[in-house]
């Protein structure tokens, strides 16, 4: 059974706290938008698509339990409008939280001239709940398409694919981006081996997507990021190593994608190795506003994720108490960017639930059709 990251019902708002994968599961309560927000920004949750999700749904259960029968319609949108622009402030580079925010107060918004605010806030609800429904089977979709498109570009019946961070049910709402391509494949018994790296400074890979990876029994081995040019060489072709398929966070208008740190220089050595490179990611992470990557805001994060690491002590086999490690100089300087971004030239296709959108005859993407009516 595939993890289960998001756990919702009507007034009540779970997620598993993934600071503490995968020597422990442990399920947060979160019961406002406050909440919501300090979850996504201290990363107990994380992925472009689950973050808006998690977002839309905290404000889904702080207005459930909400006594609105003597607020008008006015009030009750200015109360959602106020709080989706605090929610967008948690994680600014990933473009899925903007997007949702702006379809909710759509929703708010053309509610009627004769709503109460009762209906304004079941409006709210209903559309926060939808879009939960929405990214499980967008996922599906986005792993299918991947995995057949593997397939018709590749030679063998099995195929081994690379991945960089977590873009799994643990980044989404469910089977995941980059990561349900691996699944879809896995289904078919046509992969041969997942490879994924261990995404240095925060260690998604390592802790988060093994984790899933050994929970649905898929075969896999994991790397550190540095060994990746060297497991191309040496095993792209015995492995068979047809694609590095990756999430994102923001795709723009012309294909540039914003991801974790480290996806451009995966990018880089697939071209260097002849191996295909695609972006698995719902519609939603496609910004057609953002003209390039150069405008896309890279968020940068606190210097001691790079100097000190957290674990349980290992004692005697067992895992002990979880402790902070310091593995860096007192006083050195660390740059520590969340996120690079990958130029579309080194872009071999943008998986989404409506298909693999490849670049055209003139070396450019064009992402009109998947959004057409």
């Not at 708002?13 to 909440?35: F, G, K, N, V």
């Not at 009627?112 to 990214?135: P, T």
């Not at 989404?352 to 064009?366: L, Q, R």
Request: glycine share 8%.
């Amino acid at each position: 059974m595939t993890l289960e990251a998001i756990k919702y019902n009507p007034g009540k708002l779970e997620i598993l706290d993934q600071l503490q994968l995968p020597h422990a599961e442990h399920y947060d309560t979160l019961r406002t938008s406050e909440d919501a927000w300090h979850a996504i920004k201290e990363m107990r949750t994380r992925g472009a698509p689950a973050i808006a999700i998690v977002a839309a749904l905290g404000l889904a259960v702080e207005l459930f339990h909400m006594d609105v029968s003597n607020k008008s319609a006015q009030h009750v949108q200015t109360f959602v409008q106020e709080k989706l622009d605090y929610l967008v402030t948690s994680r600014p580079t990933a473009v899925n939280l903007a997007d949702a925010a702006g379809k909710l107060r759509t929703v708010v918004t053309s509610a009627g001239g004769n709503a109460s605010g009762d209906s304004i806030k079941q409006a709210y609800i209903r559309a926060a709940e939808q879009m939960l429904v929405d990214d499980v089977s967008d996922n599906e979709a986005i792993g299918k398409h991947g995995a057949t498109w593997i397939l018709e570009h590749s030679k063998g019946d099995q195929v081994s694919v690379l991945t960089h961070c977590n873009t799994g049910s643990l980044a989404t709402a469910g089977y995941g981006t980059a990561l349900g391509v691996i699944r879809s494949l896995h289904a078919k018994n046509a992969l041969k081996q997942a490879f994924c790296t261990e995404t240095r400074p925060y260690n998604q890979g390592s802790r988060l997507t093994s984790f899933e990876l050994v929970h649905d029994q898929i075969p896999a081995t994991l790397i550190t990021d540095s060994m990746a040019a060297a497991l191309l060489r040496l095993k792209g072709k015995s492995e068979n190593i047809a694609a590095i398929v990756v999430g994102a966070d923001r795709v723009a208008a012309n294909g540039d994608t914003a991801n974790k740190i480290g996806t451009y220089s995966l990018a880089i050595l697939a071209r260097q190795h002849n191996v295909r490179f695609l972006v698995a990611a719902p519609r939603t992470t496609i910004d057609r506003s953002t003209k390039s990557g150069d405008d896309i805001v890279i968020e940068e994060r606190p210097g001691q994720e790079v100097t000190v690491i957290r674990g349980p002590r290992v004692q005697g086999g067992e895992l002990g108490p979880a402790e902070t490690v310091k593995i860096a100089a007192n006083g050195i300087n660390v740059w520590n960017p969340a996120f690079d971004v990958t130029p579309a030239e080194l872009i071999d296709g943008v998986v989404t639930e409506a298909g693999v959108v490849e670049k055209g005859s003139n070396g450019v993407f064009n992402f009109d059709s998947i959004f057409a009516p």
